[in-house]
């Protein structure tokens, strides 16, 4: 089993995330280090630092998502949320713990998740994520990469785990 922190987990995200990107077929438009210009439209996305990059990361991803979760699932969930959304990787999480997929995390999600091993709700998350992402209509263009972002973080959940 592996400790995280937040600069391990982002060094892990970095790993999927790149430099600018200005490609038509992505959704969020305008994206460097992962940090897209529909998400985030008043940034100079083509002059956003590292460093910039990775507070945002901490203050609007890390930290709502660092519910007393196991350091595995944490990762995951905070590397959903990066590349979908932070409500979508919520309420994926939920549906991994079979509870009302509200897109907030509580007290009974929580407690549902306390109940599950790590491991386990690792496999179902990635699970979760891999089946929502096949459904989406840029699933053709950029399915590929995602599957084998997937296929990275199961990995890094056999190790965590």
Do not use: C
């Amino acid at each position: 089993m592996i400790v995280l922190n937040f600069d391990d987990a982002y060094d892990r995200l970095m790993g999927h995330e790149g430099g600018y990107v200005n490609d038509p077929e992505d959704p969020g438009g305008e994206t460097k280090w992962g940090i897209s210009k529909r998400s985030y439209p008043h940034l100079n996305i083509k002059e956003l630092t590292r460093d910039q990059a990775k507070e945002i990361y901490r203050e609007d991803f890390w930290k709502p998502l660092n519910q007393n979760l196991p350091d595995g699932v944490l990762f995951q969930a905070f590397d959903f949320a990066v590349n979908s959304g932070i409500s979508t990787a919520i309420r994926h999480l939920q549906k991994a713990v079979d509870v009302a997929d509200d897109g907030h995390w509580g007290s009974i999600s929580q407690k549902a998740a306390l109940v599950m091993t790590e491991s386990d709700l690792i496999m179902k998350l990635l699970g979760e994520r891999l089946e929502f992402m096949t459904k989406l209509k840029n699933w053709p263009v950029h399915g590929k990469g995602w599957a084998r972002r997937i296929a990275t973080n199961l990995r890094y959940g056999a190790m965590d785990s």
